[in-house]
């Protein structure tokens, strides 16, 4: 596993690796910030940790936890200041973990943020960006990377993301 400061390809966490999150689990009520962006667990491994932190302010995480993963982040962290969910494959010839289906889920339950830095492959309508112009009114910094230029989402068949994008800076 890199470390802070290295550049290096994330693997994926060992089955015998995943045994040991159980042992954060005491901590998980009284965290504010919980970093998982270089460990590659799943949206099973996730909701028994993510369901006790509900003072989180702070969450780094890989796009492997799906769209189950961060709607559960949703329904339990409503105090959440700051999201970035990270790619754990950069390329854009992956299938999509992550998707408007999450972002939609955490603008909806996390009505706090300021911050949310998202990779995702593809975006399938505007609504996620929608969705965060009317619920995020003191959101500071909005950075959406979608991965799968190559690939067309839904809206690009129907217009480009500019309507979302639009929508969002009649906010400001």
């Given at each position: 596993?890199?470390?802070k400061g ?6 994926r966490?060992?089955?015998?690796e995943?045994?040991?999150l159980p ?12 970093n998982?962006?270089f ?18 302010q702070?969450?780094?995480v ?16 409503k ?24 972002l ?7 009505r ?8 995702c492959?593809?975006m ?5 960006v ?12 909005f950075r ?17 993301h ?7 800076s009649q906010?400001?």
């Open positions: 596993m890199a470390g290295e550049i290096g390809t994330r693997r966490r060992s089955s015998s995943a045994e040991y042992a954060i689990y005491p901590a998980c009520a009284n965290l504010t910030c919980l998982f962006s460990a590659d667990i799943t949206a099973d491994q996730l909701k028994p940790i993510i369901r006790h932190c509900h003072n989180l702070s969450f780094w890989l796009d492997s936890v799906c769209d189950e993963g961060l709607i559960a982040v949703a329904m339990t962290c105090d959440l200041r700051e999201l970035r969910v990270f790619t754990i494959e950069p390329s854009e010839d992956t299938e999509s973990l992550v998707t408007d289906v999450g939609v889920a955490i603008s909806e339950g996390c706090k943020l300021h911050s949310i830095l998202y990779f492959q593809s399938t309508t505007n609504a996620a929608v969705t965060m112009s009317q619920n995020f009114p003191d959101l500071v910094v959406l990377c979608i991965m799968g230029r190559h690939r067309p989402t839904g809206s690009h068949h129907k217009g480009s500019g309507r979302g994008f639009w929508s969002y906010q400001l």
